[in-house]
């Protein structure tokens, strides 16, 4: 169909939007420059609103394209199984340190990912359900903070991660890890901010994230002085506050918090 095809000056606004709702990407693209030699000043914002979201799909997609070099070139190296493992909760006063090993499949792509700590929670929701579901394996390590306290954080993240690469149902043939070197058996990758460098590592690291939140709702039903579902365990003031009123619980990393009872 020739672009002299679309009659947009006989379109309703209202048409006009329900055109780009139900219209593909492609097709949009090929009647933008007709459309928006109409005059009127909706169908302008229309244009505008679709090229914003133009704007955020392309940054998404170039975003994706670096993101997957690394992995792009360990697939073309013969590695099948690439694991991407990460941990959050290093920095919280309580609840547990949570690592996270994911084995995406090679033709796995999903706009979006990124470093968990740069997405909301329903996003963080959004995207770990798919990863989850689409994900060739994948496992989530708890090390609680009695442990912590015991081997300190460094070593406690070590843990983790070990055995969220261990409890795999699907052996690794080679890992991408942020920014700690383990002790393993398979080459591997430590990625300074691997989150936001690798689709692999940034999976994991939004897997772990939405599994330790979780977890530390639950707890917040237990404790509920603490407002551990809005801060999550971090030295927020209102948590602080609360540790100095009824002192600290049992998932309260006592190496943490010496200073503040």
């Not at 006063?93 to 996270?100: F, M, S």
């Not at 090390?143 to 406690?156: F, H, M, T």
């Not at 030295?235 to 540790?243: D, N, R």
């Amino acid at each position: 169909m020739g672009k002299h095809h679309l009659t947009v000056e006989k379109m309703t606004v209202q048409e006009i939007k329900d055109w780009f709702h139900q219209t593909s990407r492609e097709e949009i693209l090929l009647y933008l420059d007709v459309i928006k030699k109409d005059q009127r000043a909706s169908v302008h914002k229309l244009v505008k609103a679709w090229e914003n979201k133009e704007a955020q799909y392309q940054a998404q997609l170039n975003q994706w394209q670096v993101m997957s070099r690394e992995e792009k070139l360990l697939f073309s190296k013969g590695y099948q199984y690439i694991v991407g493992i990460d941990e959050v909760g290093r920095g919280p006063l309580a609840g547990p340190v949570v690592a996270a090993a994911v084995i995406l499949p090679e033709d796995f792509f999903l706009l979006g990912i990124n470093d968990s700590k740069k997405l909301s929670a329903s996003k963080r929701e959004e995207l770990a359900a798919i990863i989850k579901k689409e994900a060739l394996a994948y496992s989530v390590a708890f090390v609680d903070a009695k442990e912590i306290d015991r081997i300190n954080i460094y070593e406690a993240t070590k843990v983790a991660m070990l055995k969220a690469i261990q409890e795999l149902p699907l052996s690794p043939s080679y890992a991408l890890i942020d920014a700690m070197k383990l002790p393993l058996s398979i080459p591997y990758q430590a990625i300074i901010k691997g989150d936001a460098q690798s689709i692999s590592i940034a999976a994991a690291s939004i897997v772990a994230k939405v599994e330790r939140d979780q977890w530390m709702e639950t707890m917040s039903e237990l404790y509920p002085q603490y407002g551990f579902e809005r801060n999550m365990g971090y030295g927020t003031k209102e948590h602080v506050e609360a540790i100095q009123v009824h002192g600290i619980t049992p998932i309260h990393r006592k190496s943490f918090v010496t200073n503040l009872c």
